[in-house]
C-alpha cells in the first residue's frame, strides 16, 4: 500500500477545471443541458466528497438532478464499512441497467470507499458492463478528465491503483447546505482497528493546511453559514504530519476566534488522541458546541485491545469523567460493535455496564461485520448469528431507555436551537448538543438561532414551544 501523501499543484487543478471546460463545449455544442445525479452512501466525509463531485459536475454544465432517470451521469459514491453497505450498493447499482436501457447515453460511475478494494474492482469490471467508469478516493479530484474519457473514447476508464493519498486544494464545490456546513480538515487513517476498512481505502492520514482550513471557514461564516462540522476519520491527531506545531485543539480554537455568529462541530474524535487539551479549549469557547462524538467500540479492555484500539475501559472512563468534569452539559454520543470475533457473554455485560456508567444521549450501534483483508475477518467467531442479534436487542434496548430519560429531563428547559427546515407542519431545529427539537412557527426563522421551551420528549427527539 502507498503510504505517502501528494499536495497536488495548482496546475493540475487548472488541468481539470479546463477538462471541465470541454465537456461542457461538447454539450453546448449539441444544445443540450446535461443532467447529473450523484447518490452518496456512508458517512460525512463522503458526503463531503460528494460537494466536491457535484461541484465538478456543476462546472462541466451539469445540471444536478436528484433522481438517476434520465440524468445523463450518474455516480454512485460508495462505502464499504459493512457488508450490508456494499450490498445495498449493488442491488441498485444493478438497477441502474434498467435507466440506462432507457436512456443509452446514461454514463455510470461508482467511486468512494468500494472502489478502493481490488476484488470490488474485479467484480465491477466483470460483472457490471454497464458501469462505465470506477475511481477510488484517490483519484477524486481527477474525476474531469475521466469523464471527459469516458465521454470521448466510448470505453470504461478504471482509475483505481493505489497512489499517494492526495490533498487538492482549490476544487469547485456545491454545498448541499449552506446553513450548516461540512469542512474536511483530513483525510484517511492510520489506526488500523482490526474490524475495519477505511485505512485500507482510504489511505494514510493526511492534513489540510491550517490555513485552508481556515480560509474555508471564514467563507462559510460569511455566506451565513451558522454550523461548521470539522470532519476526519481521527480529528485529534490533525497536524501530525503537518511538523507545524499545530495540533487539533490549536486548530479548534483558531476557528473559534474567528468572527460571527455561529458553533463549529466536529467528528470523528478517538479516545486514543483525545485529551485534556482538547476537552479544556472546548470549555473555553463558546463557538464550539458541548458535544463529542467519542467511540468506544466495547466496554471491554480485552475486546478493545484484539480492536488495536489503544485504550482500555478505564482510560475511556477517565476521560468521559474529565470531559464531563469541565463540561456540564456536554452532549456525548458514541459508536459500538457487537460480537466482535470471541466476545464472550461477560465481555459483553462489560459494554452493557459501561453504557450505564457512562449515559450516552445516543448510540451508533452496530454488529460487527467481518471485511476482507483486515485481521478481524479472520479471526476465529464462534458465537452464532442468533446470539449476535440478542446482544444487539438488549443493548439497543439499554440505550433507547437511556435516551428517553436523558430526553425527558429536557422538559420545562428553554434552549436555544437553531432552525434549519420544516417536516410536515413543525419547524425542525437543532440544541447546541445536537438534539432535535420540533416546534410550531413561522418558517422566517429558518436560518436563526431562537429559543423554544421544550414540552415533549421521544427516545429520539425533542418538541416544543416557542419561547421570546
Ligand atoms: N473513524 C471513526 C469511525 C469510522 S466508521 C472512528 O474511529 O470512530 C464508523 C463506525 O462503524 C465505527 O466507529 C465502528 O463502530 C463501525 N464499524 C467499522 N467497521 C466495522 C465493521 N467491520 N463491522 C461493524 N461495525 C464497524
Ligand atoms: Fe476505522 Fe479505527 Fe480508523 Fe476509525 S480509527 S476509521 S474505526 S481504523
Ligand atoms: Fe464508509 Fe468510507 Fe465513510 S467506508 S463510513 S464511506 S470512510
Known amino acids: 500500500m502507498n503510504t505517502k501523501t501528494t499536495r497536488i499543484t495548482e496546475d493540475q487543478i487548472d488541468e ?41 459536475l456543476s462546472e462541466a454544465g451539469y445540471a444536478i438532478a436528484d ?116 469542512v474536511s480538515i483530513m483525510y484517511g487513517c492510520n489506526n488500523f482497528c482490526t474490524y475495519c476498512i477505511v485505512p485500507y481505502v482510504r489511505g494514510r492520514e493526511r492534513s489540510r493546511m491550517p490555513e485552508d482550513v481556515l480560509a474555508e471557514c471564514r467563507e462559510l461564516i460569511a455566506n451565513g453559514c451558522k454550523e461548521i462540522t470539522l470532519l476526519g476519520q481521527n480529528v485529534n491527531s490533525y497536524g501530525k504530519d503537518l511538523g507545524l506545531d499545530i495540533d487539533f485543539s490549536d486548530l479548534l480554537e483558531q476557528i473559534a476566534q474567528l468572527p460571527g455568529d455561529f458553533l463549529i462541530r466536529f467528528m470523528t474524535s478517538h479516545p486514543r488522541d483525545a485529551g485534556q487539551k482538547l476537552f479544556d479549549t472546548m470549555a473555553k469557547y463558546p463557538k464550539i458546541a458541548k458535544q463529542l462524538h467519542l467511540p468506544f467500540q466495547s466496554g471491554s479492555s480485552r475486546v478493545l485491545k484484539a480492536m488495536n484500539r489503544h485504550y482500555d475501559r478505564e482510560k475511556y472512563l477517565s476521560l468521559v469523567n474529565y470531559a464531563k468534569s469541565v463540561m456540564p452539559d456536554l452532549v456525548l454520543t458514541s459508536d459500538v460493535i457487537v460480537g466482535f470475533p470471541g466476545e464472550t457473554n461477560e465481555e459483553f455485560e462489560e459494554t452493557l455496564s459501561l453504557i450505564e456508567q457512562v449515559r450516552y444521549d445516543a448510540l451508533f450501534t452496530f454488529i460487527f461485520s467481518p471485511r476482507s483483508g483486515t485481521p478481524a475477518a479472520s479471526m476465529e467467531d464462534p458465537t452464532p448469528k442468533a446470539e449476535k442479534n440478542a446482544r444487539f436487542d438488549r443493548l439497543c434496548s439499554l440505550q433507547n431507555t437511556i435516551s428517553e430519560e436523558i430526553h425527558a429531563a429536557y422538559i420545562g428547559k428553554t434552549m436555544r436551537v437553531l432552525v434549519d427546515g420544516v417536516d410536515g407542519d413543525h419547524l425542525t431545529s437543532r440544541t447546541e448538543g445536537g438534539r432535535l427539537v420540533r416546534f410550531s412557527g413561522p418558517e422566517c426563522l429558518i436560518g436563526t438561532y431562537t429559543n423554544v421551551k421544550i414540552t415533549g420528549a421521544t427516545t429520539w427527539s425533542l418538541s416544543g414551544t416557542l419561547s421570546e
Open 67 to 182: 433522481e438517476a432517470e434520465g440524468a445523463d451521469v450518474v455516480i454512485m459514491n460508495t462505502c464499504a464499512i459493512r457488508e450490508h453497505a456494499e450490498q445495498r450498493v449493488f442491488g441498485n447499482l444493478g438497477a441502474l441497467t434498467h435507466t440506462k436501457r432507457r436512456h443509452p447515453e446514461q454514463k455510470i460511475f461508482l467511486c468512494g470507499c468500494m472502489a478502493g478494494q481490488p476484488q470490488v474492482v474485479e467484480k465491477l469490471r466483470k460483472s457490471y458492463p454497464h458501469v462505465d467508469g470506477v475511481f477510488s478516493t484517490h483519484h477524486l479530484w481527477q474525476f474531469p478528465s475521466i469523464l471527459w474519457q469516458v465521454l470521448t473514447t466510448k470505453k470504461r476508464v478504471f482509475s483505481t491503483v493505489d497512489e499517494p493519498g492526495s490533498i487538492a486544494e482549490g476544487l469547485p464545490l456545491v454545498r448541499s447546505n449552506t446553513l450548516k456546513s461540512w
Open 16 to 56: 481539470q477545471l479546463r477538462y471541465c471546460g470541454r465537456i461542457q463545449a461538447l454539450w453546448m455544442e449539441r444544445g443540450i443541458t446535461p443532467k447529473a445525479y450523484v447518490e452518496t452512501y456512508g458517512c460525512q466525509q463522503n458526503e463531503a466528497d460528494s460537494e466536491q463531485l457535484r461541484g465538478m
